[in-house]
Nanobody
């Protein structure tokens, strides 16, 4: 079972930036970031294929940048221009292909909290 460990979350002011990281214990194919706020459904934020092709949710496009370093087995999410509505637990996930459905991903990290104050 692949293990995923996220880091980089924190508390920041609106307009600030964060860089999240996710280290995988083994080689993986597609990797994604999901987020879940209290009382809300888990939503896909960004996903990246093994070949580097990215996908973004409309709500974060232009502000979030997903990337990966296959040699380091590490996934990144650069978050700029943070908004209070970005506040959520961010989860790293790995699966066979990029989709917006959480059930498509078989491996999940423990999550890293992002809190944005107005």
């Amino acid at each position: 079972q692949v293990q995923l460990v996220e880091s980089g979350g924190g508390s920041v002011q609106a307009g600030g930036s964060l860089r999240l990281s996710c280290v995988a214990s083994t080689y993986v194919y597609s990797m994604a970031w999901f987020r879940q706020a209290p009382g809300k459904d888990r939503e896909g934020v960004a996903c990246i294929e093994l070949n580097g092709v990215p996908m973004y949710a409309d709500s974060v496009k232009g502000r979030f940048t997903i990337s990966r370093d296959n040699a380091k087995k590490t996934l990144y999410l650069q978050i700029d221009s943070l908004k209070p509505e970005d506040t959520a637990m961010y989860f790293c996930a790995a699966g066979p292909r990029c989709t917006w459905y959480s059930s498509s991903f078989g491996a999940w990290g423990q999550g890293t909290q992002v809190t944005v104050s107005s």
